[in-house]
């Protein structure tokens, strides 16, 4: 059985636009460096480190699951990088194939949000606990690929102040951000070739398969320009990746988001899987009457 970990830091790219490509790269290096040593301290056997991720490999599930937890710990020991805090998101899949199980890995890690550990549940619920580790049953299924079924998903407990009850109150926060179950009953087409449109005031933009990245902000090299003191420069983009949408935040003000009309979501140096539709508002909140919000929805 193979039992991949798969990690992304969340804030790099916030830290390239700041602090440039050669101290920028060296203190998002620092981050990943930290990643692959709780890695390897647990016997696990780094697969590969590109870009923002870092693809693991274990020969048993308690060690991923500790793994998992001294990762998330030690980036978080990190102190803020010129005012930038980075975080980690974390998906772990067990597979007889490996290839299979880094790409399923690929595909989970898109549902988390920053300071999650996903899993199987009905995989690594008992090597958790022998582990002594903290879980959150998130009471939600989700589906590897269209030949599959449906897999009960849970969070790992890493931050001990975090206990199951106040972790509840992150994921209704965070407004379901795993795909709804009538979402598993639309066409394979509609999985495979996700669309988004984002609407604000007049200009409304498409992103797909063809234009996978859109950028927000007040400099009018912008793809879409939002002219307001609250907004920075380069405020967030939109990303397609993994056949999911993310929101990436890089702003000084933060960003608010409405998820199916659900609570609002405050993201500020982190990233938000985005699904059905909302609003986003730039540095206010979405009820403030003096917000400059858009409008996006998947189909």
Not at 143 to 154: G, H, N, V, W, Y
Not at 157 to 174: F, H, I, K, M, Y
Request: proline content about 3%.
């Amino acid at each position: 059985m193979a039992i991949i970990v798969r990690g992304e830091i969340i804030g790099g790219e916030a830290l390239l636009d700041k602090l440039g490509v050669s101290e920028g790269g060296h203190a998002f290096s620092r981050c990943i460096n930290r990643v692959e040593r709780a890695a390897e301290g647990k016997r696990g056997k780094v697969l590969s480190s590109e870009g923002h991720s870092v693809v693991v490999s274990f020969e048993d599930m308690e060690s991923a699951c500790l793994s998992s937890v001294e990762m998330h710990k030690r980036v978080a020991d990190l102190p803020p990088i010129s005012g930038i805090h980075v975080s980690l998101s974390v998906a772990i899949m067990a597979d007889p194939e490996e290839q299979r199980a880094i790409e399923r890995a690929a595909r989970l890690l898109t549902r988390a949000i920053p300071g999650q550990i996903l899993c199987d549940r009905g995989m690594f619920m008992e090597a958790a606990r022998q582990a002594g580790l903290k879980t959150l049953d998130l009471q939600h299924t989700w589906q590897p690929t269209e030949d599959d079924a449906p897999i009960e998903l849970m969070d790992i407990l890493w931050n001990e102040s975090r206990t199951p009850d106040s972790a509840v109150d992150t994921v209704v926060q965070a407004g379901a951000m795993f795909t709804p179950e009538e979402d598993l009953e639309k066409p394979a087409n509609a999985m495979t070739h996700p669309r988004l449109r984002l609407c604000y005031g007049d200009k409304k933009m498409l992103l797909d398969d063809q234009a996978t990245v859109v950028t927000l902000g007040r400099d009018r090299n912008n793809d879409m320009v939002i002219a307001d003191s609250m907004v920075s420069r380069v405020h967030a983009r939109i990303v397609l990746r993994e056949r999911s949408f993310r929101l990436e935040d890089m702003s000084t003000n933060g960003t608010y988001v409405s998820l199916n009309g659900s609570h609002e979501v405050f993201v500020h140096h982190n990233s938000l899987h985005l699904h059905g539709h909302g609003v986003l508002c730039m540095g206010l909140s979405v009820h403030d009457k003096k917000a400059n919000c858009l409008e996006f929805e998947l189909f």
